[in-house]
């Protein structure tokens, strides 16, 4: 998505982009954390999402196919995944665990500002 409107790499307005779209390839830091970041315009108020390793995507949903209009772009949601959409029909980066086994994987929100 390098390069064209779904580019949120940089630090940018949302504007008018219409999201249901999941970004893999997450840029990480030295401690394997993945970071997405929600502020006003203003950059007075807004929220750090952080995904540890084992979430390589992040979907992103503006809410522009709510079916009330009024409800529209009234949030972003950013939900931390463990496989790509379509994945129980793929396959793709399915985790299946077997009676008694565990899965563990570490994310945190904080409010910036």
Known sequence: ????????????????ACLD?????????VDGRAVAE???PAGRRGLRLWVAEPFPY???YTGDQVARPERRRRAVAIEP??????ALRSGA???TLRPQQAWQGDW???ATG
Do not use: H, K
């Open 1 to 16: 998505m390098s390069g064209t409107p779904l580019d949120f790499s940089t630090s940018r307005l949302i504007a008018a």
């Open 21 to 29: 779209t999941a970004y893999g390839g997450l840029s990480r830091g």
């Open 38 to 40: 929600l502020s006003d």
């Open 58 to 60: 992040l979907m992103v």
């Open 81 to 86: 995944m463990t496989c790509p959409p379509n």
């Open 93 to 95: 980066g399915l985790i």
């Open 108 to 110: 945190g929100v904080t």
